[in-house]
């Protein structure tokens, strides 16, 4: 049991660990190509999305509302949806972003200021971007909306991290405790009690 649990350990560290950095990096690609997008077509997504969610709670809620009465709703919706949306994808970054950290050592305060400065930043470089497409302009609303969804998601994965560390991953953090344990231990040339 204890060579497998070594073998995971070692697995995990050299190959799983590199991957760790690949959500965040599509999550960036996401939120860059909607960035990219002109200010009629970011529009349009937005409505479309509006019909889907008001259709989908006409059916489920069995409003009974017309086809144009849910074309009306989408229509004034359009800020709300946008700016959902702009937490969600920042959200989803936080957590992509921090997971990695996380995955590396980085914990407490640290985690939730690196990841926080990261996506933050990558919210001021997106609105900049934004700048240079048609249609649309910077906002620093955006940029704020952006970086309230950030902590929850930084929060998130704390929590995550933690409860995982004390739970299912629990006996690989003690063999690695075991692990520095005797390596320190064999560099004083000491014999270690247990």
């Not at 949306?85 to 970054?93: G, K």
């Not at 995550?160 to 344990?181: A, V």
Request: glycine fraction near 6%; proline fraction near 4%; charged fraction near 20%.
């Amino acid at each position: 049991m204890k060579y497998f649990l070594m073998y995971i350990k070692q697995t995990l560290r050299f190959v799983l660990k590199p991957l760790s950095f690949t959500p965040a990096i599509i999550m960036m690609c996401i939120i860059f190509m909607f960035s990219s997008q002109e200010g009629t077509t970011s529009s349009q997504l937005s409505y479309k999305v509006g019909i889907k969610v008001f259709s989908f709670a006409n059916e489920k809620l069995d409003k009974g509302w017309s086809k144009e009465h849910i074309e009306d709703l989408s229509e004034s919706s359009q800020f709300y949806v946008r700016k959902t949306a702009h937490f969600t994808e920042y959200f989803l970054l936080a957590v992509s972003v921090a997971f990695p950290l996380y995955v590396y050592g980085v914990r407490g305060l640290w985690l939730v200021f690196t990841a926080g400065i990261f996506c933050a930043g990558f919210a001021c470089l997106d609105e900049y971007h934004q700048s240079f497409v048609s249609g649309r302009s910077p906002s620093k609303r955006d940029v704020l909306i952006d970086c309230c969804g950030v902590l929850p998601g930084i929060i998130l994965t704390r929590i995550i991290g933690w409860t995982g560390r004390m739970t299912i991953f629990k006996p690989l953090s003690n063999s690695e405790e075991s692990d520095k344990k005797h390596r320190k231990a064999k560099r004083r040339n000491k014999p270690l009690h247990n």
